[in-house]
């Protein structure tokens, strides 16, 4: 496996960790806190770093429809990151709304989904 695939490889378990500590901790308090917002933060910013070297390492097209699946929870998780941010700042340690709390759990899953696709994919291999 080329070095650039397997550090995006190894970045994404990172993101993972990070997606769930903080998905985890929100759905749990129905808060999102210093920590939900620092996890989730550095999860995507890991994963928009995992998801380039693996574009920039592979050989197939970027379009595929793992692809296209993981442009897409990955854009889930923008979202969800995003909201977090827009509800800490205007509301702080307050809880969050039914469909914001649905809304981290929904695009949390369909992540872990095209992660898992992803890792049965390089089993495959």
């Given at each position: ?44 910013i890991l994963d928009i770093i995992a998801t380039a070297c693996m574009i920039i390492g592979s050989t197939s097209s970027p379009f595929s429809p793992h692809g ?58």
């Open positions: 496996m080329k070095p650039i695939l397997m550090a995006g490889v190894g970045i994404v378990n990172v993101a993972l960790i990070c997606y769930s500590v903080g998905v985890i901790s929100e759905q749990r308090s129905h808060i999102v806190s210093k920590k939900v917002i620092s996890f989730l933060t550095v999860g995507v296209i699946l993981g442009y897409s929870s990955l854009t889930a998780m923008i979202i969800e990151t995003a909201l977090a941010w827009r509800h800490r700042l205007q509301h702080g340690d307050a809880k969050v709304s039914t469909g914001l709390h649905r809304y981290s759990l929904i695009a949390y899953l369909w992540w872990v989904g095209a992660y898992i696709t992803g890792a049965i994919l390089v089993g495959m291999r």
